[in-house]
């Protein structure tokens, strides 16, 4: 997945170098804090910006010119991790960028996961009885202690053998990361025990053990840590297994969403049906989609009608009709007749490919407020290794009792976990993207879930936002000596060069009632107010405004024919030709019957709806009175460039304002605002320029999708308050001898649990 993308700007040749970007998986992270060690090697090379996110194991790296993806896979490996660009993708795969995961199947299909569960069923199994024994000193035997050492020894050497192989790399490159100090404490544990029973008084028979909940006391080789070394092991290797599924599952929606795709497709080649992969398919192709099946790839109906059930894509439960000239998008599937598609969008241009590209992009971003968090991480271990240090010296000048002060900090190495603060945010980005994908809400990235937090107005596009979009054609009033045939032809000429939605129900309208129409010659589109052209010798002009942006002086039958049109909430168009108006057209749109929910959604999310729209005051208000917006709060008569204009007007007034929109005339407006939601169903613009895309075309999925970004936010917030909180409590507690290492290892294996497992509560958002 690699893009070149040139800036431009000032005089520093490294940032005016032509860039590209890159993604890495990165293997051999445990922590937070290899993934902030990862992250600052990278951005250390000259022109390099590197985000590393631990929770899915990548890296998205920009990089100039004299920079390659080798030289970036290098640094990771002198770092003491692994490096390796995305495979291609498989040919079964083309429907969404679905090999870029690096990830296998979810759950326990996995192989790290299948690794890391057999790792601590035998750990359990073995530490268990150690663990009883020194516990509970009715069951110690004459020489338990020495079966308490046959059982440890394996699962301190191969139960935590990957903590100490990554501790042993990061030593050899100079750093320390979670596993030094997993490492140091279970070895330190079993080191001293080892020492105890072969050269202290631990070893002879009859010797019998106390177990505590605080710091032990005692003569110190006597005093064994056995089960600390094998309890603590087991612990942490439970607590590795439980996050990694939990991280499978936190991911398993966008796997989901890029196996959506059909695997194979019928294709039409002389006449004949030919099955291929889906990956052979080329724009231009024309397909077979029966009942049943998925359709292929994006593309439009030339053959058949059906109706197509987009629930897996888009979240909406009800079939759509479909006919010829109707397009249809891949991953949907046939819920009725047989039909013929021609392919026009194939592999990474589809629109599954493109979501499953968003919600990636937003899984891999990080939140300001993780930042901080990784800043922390990684010097975590280093200051948790002074305070180890600081506790045991403590303990000796204090206390003097050699046993009491090695437990304090042996319980000071064991209970930190910077894990849980690396974990806080990305888990919950990807359940809560994740969910979003499920439901036809594509979240862009981290930065856009504060926004949702602070909006407190919301600016609703009227025409194909709070109304269909689907408009037709009503009346047509003519002028006196003017004949209505005559007017519709010459009006729907020019309208029908035109893509404007007022300006395809004339076309359509005076197409149905005339017949065919002449050619236009000259056509010229008149931004905000019509379209110009030249129609069997006149030039005529359809719209609300004549050519130098002037309203047309009406005779009084036209004039009263707009104003009763605009009464009735329809839009008004004047026809002019030969420099006179010759008639006033009336177009209605339909309200969409689920926008007056949507609204009162909105203002249930606090949020003081505004309808924007370019066309007449009456006709607005009518529109708004139906859904339940206040008059005061209809800005009409807009020109498209003056919808920016609007929006930064009320964010003058001290507004955080969202913007719904779907239109290219919205798209300005949408980056303008402070939060832009797309309508799927719109143009390639305004999804581009949003921060959300509601891929169903229904207003109501905009408050779900606030309601889920603030969701999320609260949930990240929640997480980190937990990760820190737990490292503030934590270490006091073990540097006072207040926690027994078995006890510390338990709290901190599930401290990183409790974090993905709190994420994964997004996976319920209705």
Known sequence: ?????????????????????????????????????????????????????????????????????????????????????????????????????????????????????????????????????????????????????????????????????????????????????????????????????????????????????????????????????????????????????????????????????????????????TRIPVDALAVGDRFVVRPGEKVATDGVVVEGSSAVDASLLTGESAPVDVSVGDAVTGATVNAGGRIVVEATRVGSDTRLARMAELVEEAQNGKAEVQRLADRISGIFVPVVLLIALGTLVGWLLADGDVTAAFTAAVAVLIIACPCALGLATPTALMVGTGRGAQLGILIKGPEVLESTRRVDTVVLDKTGTVTTGSMT???????????????????????????????????????????????????????????????????????????????????????????????????????????????????????????????????????????????????????ARSVGIDEADVVAEVLPEDKVEAVRRLQAEGRTVAMVGDGVNDAAALAAADLGLAMGTGTDAAIEASDLTLVRGDLRVAADAIRLSRRTLATIKGNLFWAFGYNVAALPLAAAGLLNPVIAGGAMAFSSVFVVSNSLRLRGFR
Request: aromatic share 4%; charged share 20%; with cysteine.
């Open 473 to 623: 054609l009503h009346e047509a009033h003519a002028a006196e000596g003017v004949e209505e045939a005559e007017l519709l032809r010459l009006a729907g000429a020019v309208e029908h060069a035109s893509e404007h939605p007022v300006a395809r129900a004339v076309a359509a309208g005076a197409e149905e009632r005339v017949g065919p129409l002449p050619a236009v010659e000259d056509f010229v589109n008149l931004p905000g107010r019509g379209v110009r052209g030249r129609v069997e010798g006149r030039e005529v002009i359809v719209g609300r405004l004549t050519a130098d942006g002037a309203a047309p002086e009406l005779p009084e039958s036209l004039a009263r024919a707009k104003d009763a049109a605009e009464d009735a909430g329809r839009t008004a168009v004047v026809v002019s030709w030969d420099g006179a108006p010759r008639g006033v057209l009336a177009v209605a749109d339909t309200v969409k019957p689920t926008s007056a929910e949507a609204v009162a959604a909105l203002r249930r999310l606090g949020l003081r709806p505004v309808l924007l729209t370019g066309d007449n005051r009456r006709a607005a208000v009518s529109v």
């Open 1 to 273: 997945m690699s893009s070149t993308v040139t800036t431009t700007g000032a005089a520093d040749p490294v940032a005016d170098a032509p860039r590209s970007e890159v993604e890495l998986l990165i293997g051999g992270m445990t922590c937070a804090s290899c993934a902030a060690r990862v992250e600052k090697k990278l951005n250390r090379m000259e022109g390099v910006e590197a985000t590393v996110n631990y929770a899915t194991e990548k890296a998205r790296v920009s990089y100039p010119e004299g920079v390659s993806v080798e030289d970036l896979v290098d640094t990771v490996v002198r770092t003491g991790y692994t490096a390796e660009p995305p495979p291609p993708p498989a040919p079964a795969e083309t429907a969404g960028p679905g090999a870029r995961t690096g990830k296998h199947a979810e759950g326990d299909d996995d192989p790290e996961v299948t690794a890391l569960r057999t790792r601590f069923t035998v750990s359990a199994v073995l530490g268990l009885p150690v663990v009883l024994l020194a516990m509970i000193p009715a069951l110690q035997f004459d020489n338990w202690q020495w079966l308490s050492l046959t059982l440890a020894a394996p699962v301190v050497v191969w139960g935590a053998l990957p903590f100490h192989r990554a501790a042993w790399t990061n030593a050899r490159h100079g750093a320390a990361t979670m596993d030094t100090l997993v490492s140091l404490g279970t070895l330190a544990a079993f080191g001293w025990s080892l020492w105890a029973l072969f050269l202290g008084h631990a070893g002879m028979p009859g010797m019998r053990h106390e177990f505590s909940l605080t710091v032990s006391r005692g003569d110190a080789s006597a005093t064994l840590y056995l089960e600390v070394a094998a309890g603590v092991t087991a612990l942490i290797l439970l607590g590795r297994w439980l996050e990694a599924r939990s991280k499978r599952r936190a991911g398993a929606a966008l796997r989901a969403l890029m196996e959506l795709g059909a695997k194979d497709v019928a294709v039409l080649r002389d006449g004949r049906e």
